[in-house]
């Protein structure tokens, strides 16, 4: 301030030096009359404007005060005590030498210079005392600017001392802080250890919170645990540091602050062997109210021993916890930490006890499941006949490697299937242009985003909620390079802003565990681990005893390093959010690109705009026509995928855990449901390790099936995909066959009925053309994969939603697709048909032609052989042929069959024919097959197919009247289903006995929770909607969670979902048992929720073990067991006397009574999957 005030004076003083003699009193008020006209013509704000003014009066009196001076030397030649002589005025001319006085002008020059000597004094007077108070106010002007900037000073400077409320412990810290010398701060962590309250929260102080409180501040918990573990993260512990000290010494934050969050500071500061910050955090803890745990001793012990502390200090901390309860040998077995923390914490207790020895790790538990149903697949007094992979030992190491190398990467490059374009002059330049466009983006790019790493710390500082440590996990390039592979995949029609949000959120965290675990030694420990479990799985190595693949990488080595655990949903989308709005903001293409007579004047890329999707106003991020134009001329022929949506190249990890297995390095959940739910994963975690140990085996089973790519089919796929496809077979037109809106202007006075009809037009043409692009893109991500993996062998790992049913991660190209994706599949692992091989290849067929459902499978057999002719001619002629294959229900699996059969029958010897097609046998209605056995429901049981018969029994058509006709379709729907009620009468009342127990349930504030037979712990996500705001930026987010279990439950889906919920859980721990069961009998098994595929060879041997896990299954008292579980969870303790537990109960203990069907009848029923 004081240098501008020096450069404002000078500038006056300039002005004031004029030449004696050259300005007159006029020219210089001209000259000030033009300053402030200058001044009232500008548009500067108000605080501006009095600045201003303050400065134009300082020169203003400077200006005066030179001029006074000016003719006090210049024109006063003599000054005596009467005030003879007076100056003359200077001319235009320049100075003059003063002229004689004549005797009669000597008294009006007197009367003159006495005026005009007065009036300058007075205004000297007058400017002098303006000058001293503008000098004044400018003088506290420069207090004030000086104090805000010490203010923002300390605002910008991280806080280490914290501010302790307890007034003791804050006098304690200052004396300790100030005394000279000052005591050694072991001394104050002894004491602080050993005068720690021995309570672990502070409940008493925060007193009882309602249910929407409760949900506020665990996500708020949530948001700043995350934020302090990415801090340390990104070795921003100064700023976490900052942080928890500004939470602490507010009172109403404090409450919010638990012991994860003082231990997460911790163990930051021992790793850095920081004793001031570690004595600090301390007192926090103890002014908190809180006690130290394991944790806490453990962040202590590393600190000491780092700094090497002598072992009379790191006695009395090891006895202070032996006297809280804690034993030495639980900080290596029960604590997760790196190597390097380890080795600190065992240095330090190896000082004060030379002799310490840490336990070894503890072997694979020798426990089992102990479930009657999975009795027999642990059964090691049984030998077992594994399958194995087909391929040698180096060859699986090689293609680890591979696996290893895509995941690094974190992303795979596919060339498009998409046939390529002449290479025009207009391609070669859109393409120029292109990738001239992407360079200047990356660097602004990378710009923008600093700027904003800028900015969020800035927040963090002040105490506002920030990103800034998510936005440091990855480099600017790696954003910027992640944010263009987003705008190249955005669609025509715009991304729903939340949603792309959400997939940038989840791609940074996924991308953050794959380098965590880079830049540990993790790599290199799974690679020796994978290379010894390859010794399981390969063709050409020898195992002395048969193991399962879980139970033989558990036994490989020490239990896999601590999961990283998932960020809350808020902070995901918050931070999409934010990288999503840097994008829109910096993208830009010349105006030129978008109109022909456009300018160089850079235009948007993306638009934010607003639109009603399912009668909600949402935001969306639209591309410009123009760039979408330039991408279609430009006709680039790759594709980006994240690592985790390609099959892989190597068998998966195990399942071991619920949050261990699948891929190498991506993270994956055990159990798939919405971000933010985590109701799901705490059951998995808190349930018994045996109880999951059917469907960690079972998932690893269906993830350790070798697939190959059926080139055959593929050609032929791709020939009409780039033609104009072919929606009759599932093949997906492009959009330049999509219905055109009428060209034909409305005439002006048209009608308002004409003009709704053509509003109408063209929502249904812009309909159509989304779905069509829709469709098309799913196929062109499809087909480009499988031609990508078209000459590799490729697994695809499994996972299991909430109620148990299994299905692959990669979500573009797996089995369980449409007609066309389970056509483009076969197994690696070929075997030879044997003698009824080709018989089960022809039944298939006529499966998938639907022709004959109602006939036996002899009938089925001999229509395939009269149909020989015209399934020779489909696999020879698939195009120009019969083309008897297109008219099947399923046209792409029948040619594919027909093309097997093809091969077989020509070969030299049919049964040695090696096959590698799938064979699939569907349940029959499977939902009411469980429902019959539940429920011992003869009738029922008969109608689906549970009873041996001669034919199969269609239980649609056995009560749907034959005069069916289009016009009561809908009375003869009703009817249907009254019937069936009828039929099923012991299904009815399982149905409304499971509707009515989740009513009940739901009505006491809780969600229906049941233990599958296998032993897995479910529960429904069916809550009220938990709204969740983010401010700020283009768009204010909000978005709802229905899975947030801290909501009351939504009664109405709690009631309606769980009898099918419980249903499914059925037909997927029967669909497991089945896998297992066949797994130990070497064949290769995998399944699409109730059709189970195997080998043509292998469909007897897999249709038995289907019927015997089926009758296994439903010998158990699954219905006595659901009750007893509902009433001890539900109805036991202080909730008991509740009216509506007491109803809740009567209704529990009121299990539906079962019929009279025998089960074993299932075992000799063959059309109860077929």
Not at 200 to 218: I, Y
Not at 377 to 398: F, G, I, M
Not at 676 to 681: C, L
Not at 1139 to 1153: E, N, W
């Amino acid at each position: 301030m004081s240098a501008l005030r020096c450069g404002r004076g000078a500038a006056g003083l300039g002005w004031a030096l004029w030449p004696a003699g050259r300005p007159g009193l006029l020219t210089e008020e001209g000259a000030l009359v033009g300053i402030w006209g200058c001044r009232r013509s500008s548009s500067a704000r108000p605080c501006e404007q009095d600045r201003r003014r303050d400065w134009g009066h300082a020169e203003l009196l400077e200006v005066l005060e030179a001029r006074v001076r000016q003719l006090q030397a210049d024109h006063v030649s003599e000054v005596t005590a009467k005030r003879v002589d007076v100056a003359r005025l200077p001319g235009a001319g320049g100075s003059q030498p003063p002229k004689k006085v004549q005797a009669g002008d000597e008294g009006i020059t007197l009367e003159l210079s006495g005026r005009w000597a007065q009036k300058l004094d007075k205004e000297k007077i007058e400017m002098q005392e303006r000058k001293q108070q503008l000098e004044m106010k400018l003088q506290q002007l420069e207090m004030k600017l000086q104090q805000r900037a010490e203010r923002q000073a300390r605002k910008q400077q991280l806080r280490v001392e914290p501010q302790l409320l307890n007034g003791q412990l804050a006098d304690r810290l200052q004396h300790w802080e100030h005394s000279t010398p000052r005591s050694p701060w072991k001394e104050q962590l002894a004491r602080l250890l050993q005068e720690a309250p021995r309570r672990l929260s502070c409940k008493e102080e925060q007193g009882p919170l309602d249910r929407v409180s409760r949900m506020r501040r665990e996500g708020q918990q949530q948001r700043l645990l995350a934020f302090l573990e990415c801090c340390v993260l990104v070795d921003q512990l100064p700023l976490a540091h900052h942080v928890l000290v500004t939470c602490h010494s507010r009172s109403r934050k404090r409450r919010m602050l638990t012991l994860s969050m003082y231990n997460t500071i911790l163990l930051g500061w021992a790793r850095k062997g920081s004793y001031k910050e570690l004595v600090y955090v301390f007192f926090m803890m103890k002014d908190a109210g809180l006690a130290p745990d394991l944790l806490s001793y453990a962040a202590a012990l590393q600190c000491m021993g780092r700094l090497n502390q002598d072992a009379s200090t790191i006695q009395r901390c090891l006895k202070q916890m032996a006297q809280d309860g804690l034993q030495v040998q639980e900080l290596f077995t029960s604590l997760s930490l790196c190597r390097e923390d380890k080795a600190a914490l065992l240095r330090a207790v190896h000082k004060a006890e030379p002799t310490f020895r840490p336990p070894p790790p503890s072997p694979p538990s020798p426990q089992v499941n102990t479930s009657p149903l999975l009795r027999d697949v642990y059964d090691k007094n049984h030998p077992a006949s594994y399958p194995r992979q087909h391929l040698p030992l180096e060859t699986l190491k090689n293609l680890f490697q591979q696996q290893l190398s895509v995941e690094m990467a974190t992303t795979v490059t596919v060339d498009s299937v998409e046939k390529a374009p002449s290479l025009t002059r207009e391609v070669v330049r859109a393409r120029k242009t292109l990738q001239e466009l992407r360079t200047s983006w990356e660097t602004e790019l990378c710009l923008a985003l600093r700027q904003t790493k800028a900015s969020e710390a800035h927040a963090a500082r002040e105490g506002r909620p920030s990103i800034f440590p998510y936005l440091c996990l990855l480099s600017e390039g790696e954003l910027a390079q992640m944010l263009l592979q987003t705008l190249q995949v955005l669609p025509l029609q715009g991304e729903s802003l939340l949603s792309l949000a959400q997939q940038l959120g989840l791609r940074i965290f996924s991308r953050h565990v794959v380098q965590k675990k880079q830049l540990s030694d993790e790599v290199q420990a799974l690679q020796q681990r994978y290379f010894k479990y390859l010794r399981l799985l390969a063709s050409d190595t020898q195992m002395a005893v048969s193991h399962l693949p879980r139970q033989y990488w558990e036994a490989l080595g020490a239990p896999e390093a601590p999961h990283e655990q998932p960020w809350p949903l808020a902070v995901v989308v918050q931070l999409g959010k934010q990288l999503a709005e840097v994008l829109v903001q910096t993208v830009k293409m010349p105006g030129y690109l978008a109109q022909r007579q456009g300018t160089h004047n850079l235009i948007p890329v993306l638009y934010h705009v607003y639109s009603f999707r399912s009668f909600r106003q949402i935001g969306i991020l639209k591309p410009h026509p123009a760039f979408i134009q330039l991408l279609e001329t430009a006709a680039e022929r790759t594709m980006t995928f994240e690592a985790s949506e390609v099959p892989m190249l190597c068998p998966p990890l195990p399942w071991t855990s619920p949050h261990s297995g699948a891929f190498l390095l991506s993270p994956t959940k055990l159990m798939r449901s919405m971000e933010g739910t985590m109701q799901h994963q705490r059951l998995l975690e808190s349930c018994p390790p045996t109880n999951l140990h059917g469907a960690l085996d079972a998932l690893t089973q269906l993830g350790n099936c070798a697939w190959r790519v059926n080139g055959r089919v593929l050609d032929l796929v791709l020939t009409l995909f780039n033609k104009k496809g072919c929606p009759r077979l599932g093949v997906p037109a492009p959009a330049s066959e999509a219905p055109r809106p009428p060209e034909n202007r409305l005439p002006t006075k048209a009608s308002p009925e004409q003009k709704a009809e053509l509003r109408r037009q063209l929502a249904r043409c812009l309909k159509v053309a989304r779905e069509m692009h829709s469709l098309r893109t799913d196929a062109l991500y499809r087909l480009s994969l499988a031609q990508h993996l078209r000459h590799r062998v490729f697994w695809l790992p499994h996972n299991m939603d909430f109620r148990g049913r299994t299905y692959p991660c990669p979500p573009h190209f797996n089995h369980l697709g449409s007609d066309l994706a389970r056509a483009l599949l076969e197994f690696a692992e070929g075997r030879p048909l044997g003698p009824h091989g080709l018989d089960w290849l022809k039944i298939h067929l006529v499966n998938l032609t639907g022709l004959k459902k109602r006939e036996s499978l002899q009938a089925r057999l001999a229509f395939a052989d009269e149909m020989m002719e015209k399934i020779l001619d489909s696999a020879d002629q698939p195009m120009k042929g019969q083309k008897w294959w297109m008219e099947a229900d399923e046209p792409w699996q029948a040619l594919a069959c027909c093309m097997e059969i093809a091969q077989a029958v020509r070969a030299p010897d049919p049964t040695a024919y090696i096959s590698h097609f799938p064979v699939h046998q569907d349940g029959s209605c499977n939902g009411l097959q469980h429902y019959a056995a539940l429920g011992r429901d003869s009738v029922g049981a008969a109608s689906v197919n549970l009873v041996p018969s001669d034919l199969p029994q269609d239980v649609y058509s056995s009560v749907a009247a034959q005069e069916f006709v289009w016009q009561a379709s809908h009375y003869l729907v009703r009817q249907v289903f009254n019937s069936l009620q009828e039929m099923f009468s012991g299904t009815r009342a399982i149905q409304h006995w499971l509707a009515e127990s989740a009513r009940l349930i739901a009505h006491t504030g809780l969600a229906v929770e049941w233990v599958t037979p296998l032993g897995i712990p479910i529960i429904q996500p069916y809550h009220q909607d938990s709204k969740v705001l983010i401010n700020g930026g283009i768009q204010s987010l909000t978005f709802s969670s229905t899975g947030d279990t801290s909501q009351k439950p939504n009664i109405l889906k709690q009631k309606n979902g769980f009898p099918p919920n419980f249903i499914h859980s059925l037909d997927s721990s029967h669909m497991m048992l089945t896998a297992l069961h066949c797994y130990r009998k070497g064949l290769t098994f995998v399944s699409v929720h109730d059709c189970f595929w195997t080998h043509a060879a292998d469909v007897t041997i897999m249709n038995q073990v289907c019927r015997e896990q089926f009758v296994c299954l439903h010998s158990q008292p699954i219905l006595h067991d659901l009750s007893r579980f509902l009433v001890e969870r539900f109805c036991s303790g202080p909730r008991s006397s509740n009216i509506r537990v007491a109803r809740l109960l009567d209704m529990l203990l009121s299990v539906p009574k079962t019929g009279t069907f025998n089960l074993e009848q299932v075992k000799d029923s063959t059309y109860f999957f077929s």
